[in-house]
């Protein structure tokens, strides 16, 4: 029976460079970094969760683009903080880009898109807190 996601994966085309931007922009921690039969295998993860972001090595000719149109839809990742507007100034700072100028109200809570290096988009949000 299924008891937990383990992985999910964010290619990248530099590692190192993903790496700093999940870790030092965004947060996160580094969990695995080995060398394997396969490549190099590098995990990060939201400091006390048990999910891990592979950042899987993936050359832009291998079909993964570097630079994305603008898109609706949410990201392949999705973040979520206790207080995004304040979370927004403080990312911002450290070199995250965004895809709007300030973080939008939806009927769920706020959301903002961001884009990682590789130009994946990072969606963060922010749950609506039960009114009481």
Not at 37 to 40: L, V
Not at 88 to 93: A, G, I, T
């Given at each position: 029976?299924?008891?937990n996601?383990?992985y ?7 590692q190192?460079?993903?790496l ?6 965004l947060?996160m ?7 394997g039969?396969?490549?190099?295998f ?20 291998a ?6 149109e603008a898109e ?8 979520e ?6 979370d ?6 450290r070199?995250?880009?965004?895809t ?15 884009v990682d290096?590789?130009g994946?988009?990072i969606?963060?949000?922010?749950q609506r807190?039960?009114?009481?």
């Open positions: 029976m299924l008891t996601i383990m999910a994966t964010i290619y990248v085309t530099d190192d460079r993903a700093a931007f999940y870790t030092e922009a947060g921690e580094k969990r695995i970094d080995v060398t039969p396969d490549g190099r590098l995990t990060v993860g939201v400091p006390s969760s048990p999910v891990e972001i592979i950042l899987w090595s993936h050359a832009p000719s079909g993964q683009p570097v630079v994305r609706v839809a949410p990201g392949p990742l999705i973040l903080f206790d207080d995004l507007r304040r927004f100034e403080v990312l911002r700072e070199g995250v880009t965004f709007q100028p300030q973080p939008e109200d939806y009927p769920f809570g706020v959301r903002v898109e961001a290096p590789d994946n988009r969606s963060l949000r922010q807190r039960a009114e009481g």
